[in-house]
């Protein structure tokens, strides 16, 4: 067990090393560099040549590399090329609101999903089986910026329940961003729930149909004993890995909605930084969000691996 | 005693709605009694719908189907008017089911100890402290072996056979009074099957529970069941004691069946039933069994007969069952095809060793042997153009896995295969020529697995032609056409889906496709394994057939020793992986016999209730073959001492071809097995 963590855990590195590779490489390959994109019309003769001179642009792509890969592996993702910040603190708090935004919406979103998905999957084909499946529809395909528009309408313009828009600055506290954080939260929870629901309704429909649940019904087994033990074991183990990817774009693909509510999250910064042609904080921003993806599905994996008896036993007994 | 029944189902239909909106029976009025301490077998095709009429009287229907009449009454609860609650309390407490697949049947994330604590917390009046137990003590009353380990064990760690067993003991945990059993041994080895099938004798003789056993095959159903029901087409269409449903049946579909078994006995291709059931719905005014009757008459059309006493006093639905006996039920087909002697070798097998673990990247770096037994090991072998090799073993005894590496879908670790006479075959199918390819074909096991279900059979069909043979147009149509006669399916099959075919049909096509190539060696995996048995029959007819005509050569791998004894000219015996025995057809089952070969042959189960298995060993399982010495080691009922741990035992050949790896002379071993049986 702890040998095959270990293996993963080097293939998930090797994984991000590889995406740092192809991250540097795309932005080398662009026309300019930050010296350009900083300087702008100045960009010529002895002003470029001595910025690319303090920046350490002239030389060798692969030592530039490395060295930001590994001043990157001692949490130093260099600094901006607009205003000469250090890249670590400005990412640093978009991070933990972009984790905010995350866990707000996981916490919402997580348990209705999955609630919902065995209510439907349970009572299938009835009328709340099709509520929920139908409105779980829309709900994927109304693009987030609709249902957020929609949303501000009536809680925030009509009846001023809630903010329409987030005005805490970007370092603030997490707790100052309530309640501006609600209707984000709501929206991406829609969208998440929706997804979640699916996969569980459709894996509790086929373990309802499976042997073992006919057989445990044959045994006498009461029905919710059913469901709570012999079902829902086996039902919620493809839910694990649906988790993991709504974590992920969570956390790196949100950018609309935090475009929509001005949420300073790690979303809109990219944007920004792209539209800035501030290339050092695209490179750190791109690297921080493929860590996540890699760590978050490797952590789906292990989990799925301790909750399926199949998959643990395949390394814990020889 | 008394006589009240304990399992009365009265005038029970059961159907469903159809896409017209029709209803359609799966069920057409039902009677059946099972009295205390009675076992009732239920037989009859897939389809016939006996294992609905095992979970009715559980009170239970699949998906989508319901009552239209009657009831199913257990000990005078009428099952379907009981309550959620007053239901639980029934099942798998008086009343418990065996399903027929244990491995699927187990919830998959809870232990074994878990599952069976659960029924008896539901069912048993114990105190929970002596859960554990009791738990144990049911463990060890189905024989298995080292109860504790196995508590702690999940369902996907243990063997098929062992799954089935831990299936009985959550059945027995509720003491139950009636027991039902929907095809609880097929599936399995014939050696695991006959000791579960004792292990159920045994249980019901001291328990005096009764039992209802679901199976088509008739050979288990005479080694348990006082009384044999036979179904067709949802009716009953005989009753009676297993010894007159099994040697003087009254109905031609009980004798067709009956005829359609291949026997051990007997070197007889079995006799093919016809023709299909008719679907739910569609069996009209007359008979059910009319379209496939060989005494049909305009009678038979006009009026369904109905159950009444036959000649013998058994109850019959047959308006001509007097007649009946006038029908074989015995296989009295035709004699497989044989090859003819001394013709050259079409392939031949040299030293193959084949290993399913390749060593790990570490391993290879530091230049590490893998020395873990081969899977498969020391198989050399030859086949003479014309020849049928049946290749039989029990599950996991590489079997399949020696057709893989000859058609090269799975290249050997060692030795070689020779095809023609030619230089050695290339190892794998990517390095071998489209001639090769041609000629050496494979029939899978499951037709639903190998043919593509979005393709229509004339798209399955034209592959090999098109590929092989480059037709194209009108010729390529007419092939195909022909191609389906041969198999006896007509040209109005080829718009059709895989999906719109019976098993049979299926397997028909799947057939035709690997004739399709004109090949000169069919390699045939478990072929009818997934089929019932008359269509088994047809099948196996048809292949001897295609080899009568065509000279073709056959490796038939199948774990029914009886099966592969009426379509092969010469048979190799496996374990685990190595050859035990290989001779003619008539010397590999008559005696002398290598132990193990003695062992499977004692556990085939006859469809005659005079019969008994012989057991030896005993059905456990062995992960991996011994590093040294006789393969058979472990298991053997024969084993002489240290010899048979340390040495590899030598081939012992006789004159006509007929050789033994064992360290007993053969002489000895001859006596030994006369003086047993």
Redesign the interface.
Known sequence: MLQMFLRRLFLGAITVAIVSMIIFAGVEILPGDACTAFLEREAQGRVLENCREELDLNRPAVVRYLDWASDALRGDLGVSANGQRSIAEMVGARLQNSLLLAACALIVGVPTAIFLGVVSGLWRDRPVDLVLSTGAIFAMTIPEFVSATVLILVFSVWLGWLPGIVLTSANAPASEFFPEIILPVVVLAMVMTAHILRTVRSSVIEVM????V??????????WRIVF??AL??ALLPAINVVALTIAWLLGGVVVIEVVFNYPGLGRMMIDAISDRDLPVVQAIALIVATVYVGVNLTADLLTMV????LR?LYT?K | MTDTPVIQLSDLSIGFTGRAGHTLPVLRNIDLTVRPGESIGLVGESGSGKSTVA?AA?G?LK?GLRVLGGTARFEGHDMFALK??E???????QL??I?Q?SG???????RIGAQLT??LR??SRLDPAQFPDRVLELLGQVRLPDPQTITRR?P??LSGGQQQRV?IA?ALA?EPRALLLDEPTTGLDVTTQAHILELLRDLARETGMAMVYVSHDLGAIARVCDRVVVMYAGEVVMEGSARQVLTAPTHPYARGLLASIPKLSDPHLPMALGGRPPAPGGAGDGCAFVDRCALASDLCRATRPMLAPGPGGAPVRCHHADRADTLPMSSQGDHAARAEAGTAPVLSLQDLEIRYSRPGLLDRLRGREDTRPATVDDITISIAKGETLGLVGESGSGKSTILKTIAGLLPPAGGEIRFDGDAPLPRSVEQRGPDHLRRIQLIFQNPDDSLNPRHTIAEILEQPLKLYFGLSGTALQDRCVEILERVRLGGHYLDRLPSQLSGGEKQRVAVARAFAANPDLVLCDEVTSALDVSVQAAVLELLNDLKAAQGTTYVFVSHDLAVVRALSDRVAVLYQGRLCEIGPSAEVYALPSHPYTEVLLGAVLEPDPDTAPKLTADDVIELSPPAKGCPFQRRCPRKIGARCDTDTPPWQTRDDGHAIRCHIPLDDLHRQQQADS
């Open positions: 149909n499976s042997d073992y006919q057989m445990a019904t044959l045994k006498g087994v009461p029905y033990r012999h074991p086996n909750a399926n008896p199949r036993t007994r | 979970l559980m239970y998906r959620r609650r239901l639980e309390t029934l099942r798998g407490g418990a089911l399903p697949n699927q049947s187990l919830t998959p994330t809870l659960e029924a539901l069912h999940y996907h760690e299936a959550m509720g």
